[in-house]
């Protein structure tokens, strides 16, 4: 991890300000959501991806792809959620 952190910040802290901006940017609306299957095959692809990692199943190349793609979708998903916080904290200002 430190390796990754050390030679790819620079993508690392692309995802997480594209995550940000996508975040602050995104305009929230009450659509249909997503199926219980949907989401618990998505959930169960997410543990299995991460657990591949954990355990190194994939070696050389692809394993190294593979966490620092996990380490990127991670740091996009957690800039959008602050993002989103950021956005709202600031338009429920000017509300009241």
């Known amino acids: 991890m430190t390796y990754l952190a050390t030679f790819h910040w620079g993508w690392l802290l692309a995802s997480l300000l594209l995550g940000l901006a996508m975040g602050w ?9 997503v199926s219980k299957v949907t989401v618990r095959w998505l959930a169960g692809l997410a543990a299995a991806l991460v657990a591949a990692a954990l355990a190194h199943v994939l070696p050389g190349r692809p394993g190294y ?9 991670a740091l996009y998903l957690t ?9 709202d904290r600031a338009l429920s200002r000017h509300r009241g």
């Open 25 to 33: 940017i995104a305009v929230v609306h009450r659509g249909q959501s």
């Open 79 to 87: 800039g959008c959620a602050a993002g989103s916080w950021l956005r």
């Open 65 to 73: 792809w593979l966490d620092l793609g996990l380490i990127m979708f």
